[in-house]
């Protein structure tokens, strides 16, 4: 499970020892996020952002459930009133609490998408921890679903046609699609029945999200974490224990990143959303530009991609398109053939792996603005880019690349031999005389 | 469990011919839970269809008297928009003008109109590739280059028939299903 020199959990007090006989939840903490779990000593920045996804699920669910003792699931303009009446301006605190959570979610993707592509950069996905990456996807597909639901609560404008559009995803699959959306729905178009189930539901899935994440950093703790060199840890003067080094390190990132949240929360909070969400749902009127929220719009332009019919209707391609982007990815720990993890001892990869971030990106602007025919044929581009970078690309990059000579170690890599010198007293004195170790591991 | 695996045991030595009577009951007693957890689960899936109510909106009359040709309305049914539009000679002739066999989804003027009352154009106001409202109904609203219908969502373009000519959609605009009560009087559903 962990590494063989983890320190042990030991019971201090009396009350320690007592509880660790009966139910030792003390010891599950300390060998998960204490002294007892041993982290790879290189671990740079882009390791902060899985707990901060952490941080921000949690924000998530505490300004969620206090706005919910405010808010009424109604479409007879109860849900609009309460969230632009009620909690913006008469709820005490409501405007902060709502602001909060709004932006909340964008900040919970912004961190989930550099989690993710820190993954992708540095392999993280790969064997042995392929299930680390599959639950992860599993989060992020969760995260989608409470992310839309949520969206569609305030019964604006977007909402409602957001709602309509993404259900209306469903009346593409032939003979059962559209028996489907009016399941989904609870009627032939989003209305009370709409926004009573998506609150119940949006109201679960981040519990339900939670426990996958336990299941995630469970399934991390077993091989224990990667690290930007790739290279598998060997022995004890690769890693330092959780408590206090990557405690101190997340927590002052923590405070740095919330810093950013706090500034766009306060000075900006409407800035990653839309104003038309201000206007009361209308199931009379479209809006002149529905667009998801920012962190959709990639996956929004794939959709829009297909204009043509082939075989199959365009508007099937389109949706068969934008599931298989993400399901793809399940396949990514099969799909990148070479057996290096990071991205920095990969010279081919590496270029890849830079133009798939200004794939996604362009493919981002493609889909969050209105279709003008130059737009659509960029964001054809990029779908096209899209599907060719991992089905083909990463297949045979992984076979013809010569990879960078790896470190013999994480801590050859980083220390330079002087490692006696640069560890903490603390640790330097406890651990055994570097020649040994060495012949130890020889 | 060690009691549970003795018992077994026993069992099996005292029945010897292969078929166990704790078989036959573990396999009655796990279908019997299996089949009753399957049923369980029906109220929770049936729930979410339309209910009672959403049903008994089920129909509307909608008076026509006032538009004339040139005109249309856009009247709510099931909570969503229906195009009721008074065809113009002109656009009824544009439409028959069109080639049948060039359309994506083919149909006449005459399949999508009641006989003899071509000129009424009667369609659900929702395009058929995403679920938003076309332009076009209202006076001065985009019509797009066929004159019938625009969305502008992702950019559908439907003629003086409905039918969809340009863009993503597969289909043309709906037709619901109606009937004339009186000349002045239109039945939806």
Not at chain 1, 103 to 130: C, D, M
Not at chain 1, 227 to 235: A, C, H, L, S, Y
Not at chain 1, 345 to 359: C, E, H, M, Q, S
Not at chain 2, 31 to 51: E, H, K, T
Request: proline letters at 8%; charged letters at 15%.
């Amino acid at each position: 499970m962990s590494f063989s020199w983890a320190k042990p959990y030991e019971p201090k007090s009396a009350l320690a020892r007592w509880m660790d006989d009966r139910m030792p939840l003390p010891r599950l903490v300390y060998g998960a996020i204490g002294g007892g779990y041993p982290v790879p000593r290189n671990l740079n920045y882009f390791w902060n952002f899985g707990v901060l996804a952490g941080i921000f699920l949690t924000i998530q669910i505490v300004t969620g459930i206090v706005l919910a003792m405010h808010f009424m699931a109604s479409a007879d303009g109860g849900a609009f009133n309460t969230v632009n009446q009620l909690i913006m301006r008469d709820v005490n605190a409501g405007w902060l609490l709502r602001y909060a959570h709004m932006n909340g979610a964008s900040f919970f993707f912004i961190v989930t998408y550099i989690h993710i592509f820190r993954g992708l950069y540095y392999g993280s996905y790969k064997a042995p921890r392929e299930l680390v990456w599959m639950l992860g996807l599993v989060i992020y597909l969760l995260m989608m679903a409470t992310a839309f639901m949520g969206y569609v609560l305030p019964w604006g404008q977007m909402s409602y046609w957001g709602a309509q559009v993404i259900t209306g995803f469903f009346s593409a699959f032939p003979l059962v699609g559209e028996p489907i959306r009016v399941w989904l729905l609870g009627g032939y178009a989003p209305d009370q029945a709409t926004v009573t189930r998506f609150f119940s539901l949006h109201y679960l899935l981040p519990f339900v999200i939670f426990g996958v994440v336990i299941l995630h950093i469970w399934a991390l703790h077993i091989p224990g974490s990667s690290n930007p060199t790739g290279v598998d840890v060997k022995n004890e003067r690769d890693t330092l224990p959780f408590h206090p080094f990557y405690t101190a390190k997340d927590g002052w990132f923590a405070g740095a990143f919330l810093t950013l949240f706090v500034i766009v929360t306060y000075f900006a909070p409407d800035y990653l959303g839309h104003p038309d969400n201000y206007i009361p749902a209308n199931p009379l009127s479209t809006p002149a530009h529905i667009v998801p929220e920012w962190y959709f719009w990639p996956f929004y332009a794939i959709l829009k991609s297909f204009t043509v019919n082939f075989v199959l209707p365009a508007k099937l391609w389109g949706v068969l398109a934008m599931f298989s982007s993400i399901l793809l990815l399940f396949l990514l720990p099969w799909l990148d053939t070479s057996p290096v993890r990071s991205g920095n001892y990969r010279p081919i990869f590496k270029r890849f792996f830079w133009l798939l971030v200004i794939d996604v990106a362009l493919l981002g602007w493609a889909g969050g603005f209105a279709p003008t025919p130059m737009r659509v044929a960029v964001g054809q581009a990029a779908t096209i880019y899209y599907f060719l970078h991992f089905l083909v690309i990463l297949p045979i990059v992984g076979r013809i690349e010569t990879p960078l000579p790896l470190p013999d170690s994480i801590s050859s890599s980083v220390l330079h031999g002087e490692d006696a010198e640069s560890a903490p007293a603390a640790i330097a004195s406890k651990r055994p005389p570097r020649a040994k170790t060495v012949t130890a591991a020889n | 469990m060690a009691t549970q695996a003795e018992s077994a045991t026993l069992d099996h030595q005292h029945h010897g011919d292969g078929v166990r009577r704790r078989d036959f009951l573990n396999v009655a007693a796990v279908s019997f839970a299996g089949v009753g957890g399957v049923i369980a689960i029906a109220p929770l899936i049936v729930q979410m269809s339309p209910s009672a109510d959403v049903l008994a909106m089920a129909s509307i009359e909608v008076d026509i008297s006032k538009v004339v040709p040139g005109q249309g309305i856009k009247v709510a049914w099931r909570k969503q928009p229906v195009f009721v539009r008074n065809l113009m000679p002109k656009e009824i002739a544009e439409a028959n003008a069109v080639d049948i066999s060039s359309l994506r989804d083919p149909q006449t003027l005459a399949q999508r109109t009641k006989p003899g009352k071509q000129n009424w154009l009667i369609t659900m106001g929702v395009c058929t590739h995403l679920g938003c409202v076309p332009l076009g109904i209202s006076e001065g609203e985009n019509r797009g280059p066929y004159g019938g219908y625009f969305c502008p969502c992702h950019g559908s373009m439907y003629d003086t028939a409905a039918r969809i000519r340009q863009g993503p959609a597969p289909l043309n605009l709906q037709v619901p299903d109606y009937s004339f009560k009186s000349p002045t009087v239109v039945q939806i559903g």
